[in-house]
C-alpha cells in the first residue's frame, strides 16, 4: 500500500503505569508551591448568577496540570499534558444558600496564547455509599452540576455529553489563556437542581458521591497532546470521609478506572496492486479496550453525506490501546470537498467496547484536535476576490481565501457555517480603499454565523504565523464614522447592519507600521474593526484576537456589547475605542507579552476622544485578566472600580499592569472624558 499523504503527528499511545509515574514526577519537577485559592475567585459567572460565597479551598483541592516533554520509544520526544492523579476528591460545604467549593486548577508550561480547556466527557452519576464497592448511576430528580471558570458556565447533568442522533460529545469550558507564566486558575463548583448557571433554584443535593469525567486539552498549541481522563470526585451531605477516599480509589484504578479516546488522526491509503481507495482512522484509547460482537461503527462525512467506517478486520480486537477503523471510498465519495470524522463512536445492537475492568469506554471523540482528517486529503480552498454582491454562504468543508480588499455590499447576507475557516491572504494589492486584502462588511451588510475562524494566510494558501493584511470591518449605519480610509456615512447608507454570531476567532490579522514608527501613522491597521455601529447592529457575543499586527479590537464611533472579548498580545494596544461605548457581560481578557516592551504606544487600553468620550464599562461579576503596560503619555485613560488596582497615572512612561479575578463589588469603567 501506499499513503496518499504524510502521516500526522501520531496520536498518544498507551500509558503503562511507568511511563505515568515518570509523567508525575516531571509535574512535581516543574510545579512550585501553590497557594489555597478560594471559591468564587478568580473565576466568573454570567450575568444571571450570584455571587458565591467564599469557601476557602484546602491544599489538596489544587490540582497541578503541566505540558511535559515525554520520550516515545516509537515516536521520539512529544508533548503532553499531564495530572499526577487520575481521579481526585472535594467536599462540597454548604454556606449560606450555596453548596459548593472552589478547585484551584495550575497550568504549568502552557505555550503562550494557548488555552488550558477542560473538556467534559461524562454526565454527572450518583452513589449513595451503600454496599461493598462503590456503584455509580446517572443522578435523577434533574440534580446538576455547575462548573464556572473565566466567564463561562457549564451544567453537567446525567445527559450533559448525549445529543439525539450523535452519540456521545464532548462539552468544553476554558479554564485561560496562557501567557507563558504558571497559569493559577480556580474552578467554581456548585450543585443544586433548577435555575441559571450557579443561580439553583434549590441548591444542593441529596447526600451522596457525585463523578464526572475530564479530560485537559490546550487550544491553540497542536503539537500538545490531550490529557488521559481525570475524574472529579465530589461528597455531598457530609458522607464519611472514607466513602470519598474509597470512590476515588475505585475511579483511579488501573483496572476500573474510565477510558477515553485521546487522540485520533487517518490517512488515505491507495493500493498498489488491485483494488479501490480506502480511509484508515486510527482511534487512540487511554488504556487498553476489548471490542466484542459487532463491529463499533465510526460515522465519517463527505460533504453533508454520512458514511460508516468499521473495524480493520485484519487488526487485533482484544486488549488493545488502539483500534482501527477502515472505510472503502466510492467515485462519489472522491469527489467530496472535504471529509470531517463524526463526534462520536457508535455501538449497534450486539457491538460492545469495554476496558480491562468492564466499564463502558467513553466513545465521544476529541473535538478540534485531529478529528477533521487532515487538509492534505482533499482540502478545498475556495477564492473570493469580487465583491460579494448576493446572499452568499461559505460552507462547512471549504477554506475561503480572501486574496483582496473584499466588500459584502449593502443588503446582502453572508452566512458562514459553524466552524469555517476564512483566510486573509498576506501582502500588498491592487490599492482601491486599502492596499492590502481585508474582508469589510460594507453598511447594510449582514453576518450570520455561529463560529467562524479567521487566520492569516500566505500566496500558496497556507497558514502563516505574520500579520500582515487589512483584517476584517464591520461598518454600521449608526453614527458617521472614518478610519483607514473606510468611511460609514449615515446619510447615504442603504437599510441597517446586521451582524450576528456567537464567536469570532481572528489570528494574526491586520498590519504592521511599515516604518516601526510609534504611534498611528496611517500605515498599520488592526485585526478587527467596528465602525459607526449601533446595539442593535451588532449581536456577535464573543471575539477572540491573537497576535494582531497593530490594535487587537477597535471601535470607532461605535456602541456595542459582547459576552466576552479576549485579546493576546497585539503589536500595539489590545483595545482602540475612539468615542464609542463598549459593554462586557462575562469576561474580559487582554494581554500582553512582556518580552515585548512598551514604545510609549503598547497599552491595555487606548481610547481616543475626537467625536465624544469613550467608555469600556464591564459589568458585575465579569471575570478580568488584564495583564499589559498602562500610562501612556499619549493618551488619558482612566479607571473607576472597587475591585481593581488604581491605574497608573499618566506620565513620561508606560508601567506594567496586572489584574486577575472577578468584579465582586461592583462593575468596573475604563474612561477618558477629554482629548489626548
Known sequence: MKRIFRRPTPPARLFCESLETRSMLAVDTLLAPVAPLPFGSPTATDANVVAPVAIQASAASVMPVAVVRLADPAYGDVFQLVTPDRANGYSLEQLGRTVGAGVGIAGVEVPAGATLELQVLSGLSFWNGSGQ??????????????????????????????????????????????????????????????????????????????????????????????????TFVFNVG??????????????????????????????????????????????????????????????????????????DPSAPRSHVSQLTFVYTLTPQDATAGAVVCGRSLRLPAGASLRSAGSTPMILSLPQGIATTIPPDLRQSFVEVSADISRNTTFKRGSVYVIPAEVHVLAGVTLTIDNGVTVLIRNGLVPRRLLNTAALIFDS?????????????ADASNAIVPRADNGGVFFLGTSRNASKDGIDVNVATSSGRSAFTANQIFASYLGRTDPFGRPGDVGDDIDAISVLGMGQTEWRIKAVSSDYSGDDGFDVTNSSITL?????????????????SFVRIQTSLSVASSRLRPSDGDRELFDLEVDNGPSRVVIDRLTAVDLRGYWGSPYDEVNLNSLDMPPAPRRGSQSVWYEFTGTLR????????????
Open 133 to 230: 464497592r462503590p456503584s455509580f448511576a446517572p443522578v435523577r430528580a434533574g440534580v446538576e452540576l455547575d462548573v464556572a471558570s473565566g466567564g463561562q458556565s457549564l451544567r453537567i447533568g446525567a445527559t450533559t455529553d448525549q445529543l439525539p442522533g450523535t452519540g456521545t460529545i464532548r462539552r468544553t469550558i476554558d479554564i485561560g489563556i496562557s501567557d507563558g507564566l504558571p497559569l493559577l486558575r480556580s474552578i467554581d463548583v456548585t450543585i443544586g437542581t433548577g435555575g441559571k448557571n450557579n443561580a439553583f433554584a434549590k441548591p444542593g443535593a441529596p447526600a451522596g458521591i457525585y463523578v464526572f469525567t475530564g479530560m485537559w486539552g490546550v487550544r491553540g498549541a497542536p503539537n500538545v497532546r490531550d490529557s488521559v481522563p481525570v
Open 444 to 456: 447594510g451588510s449582514r453576518l450570520q454565523a455561529d463560529t467562524v475562524w479567521f487566520k492569516a
Open 238 to 311: 457530609g458522607l464519611p470521609l472514607r466513602l470519598l477516599e474509597t470512590a476515588v480509589d475505585a475511579l483511579k484504578n488501573p483496572a476500573t478506572r474510565p477510558v477515553a479516546i485521546v487522540a485520533a488522526f487517518a490517512e488515505l491509503v491507495e493500493p498498489t496492486g488491485p483494488g479501490l481507495q480506502f480511509l484508515r482512522v486510527q482511534i487512540a484509547c487511554s488504556d487498553p479496550v476489548t471490542a466484542v460482537g459487532r463491529s463499533p461503527q465510526l460515522p465519517i462525512f463527505f460533504g453533508t453525506t454520512q458514511r460508516m467506517a468499521v473495524l
Open 563 to 579: 459576552d466576552r472579548l479576549s485579546v493576546f498580545d497585539p503589536i500595539e494596544d489590545g483595545l482602540n475605542i475612539s468615542s
Open 665 to 676: 463589588k461592583g462593575p468596573a469603567i475604563i474612561y477618558s472624558l477629554k482629548a489626548d
